[in-house]
Nanobody, 127 residues
Framework: QVQLVESGGGLVQAGGSLRLSCAAS????????MAWFRQAPGKEREFVAA????????YYVDSVKGRFTISRDNAKNTVYLQMNSLKPEDTAVYYC????????????????????WGQGTQVTVSS
């Protein structure tokens, strides 16, 4: 079992940056691959980025490659999403998700059917 709490969202102008954090409870954080998803108003939830249990492998949706960076600190039970060069189309509620796997390579497919989700944090990018 793991519980997830996101933070770091807010209002930022286009071109700006934000860093989201997702703090996980439990002693076995390191066995979970972690991901960020987002959901804009009127749209389905969309995969953004994933990181393997060790942090050695990451995967991004094409629309954020080169702008967003996912990372994790297993000692702090926390996963991060550094978002740079933000665009109005990045506006959404951002959620983190966890999936117990020690696969070396993870992506959107890893989190199909994931049971662990945070409550979300709002990111608004003004033009």
């Amino acid at each position: 079992q793991v519980q997830l709490v996101e933070s770091g969202g807010g209002l930022v102008q286009a071109g700006g940056s934000l860093r989201l954090s997702c703090a996980a409870s439990g002693r076995t954080f390191s066995i979970y691959a972690m991901a960020w998803f987002r959901q804009a108003p009127g749209k389905e939830r969309e995969f953004v980025a994933a990181v393997s249990w060790s942090g050695g492998s990451t995967y991004y949706v094409d629309s954020v490659k080169g702008r967003f960076t996912i990372s994790r600190d297993n000692a702090k039970n926390t996963v991060y999403l550094q978002m740079n060069s933000l665009k109005p189309e990045d506006t959404a509620v951002y959620y983190c998700s966890a999936e117990p796997t020690q696969s070396a390579f993870v992506g959107y497919w890893t989190f199909r059917g994931s049971h662990y989700w945070g409550q979300g944090t709002q990111v608004t990018v003004s033009s």
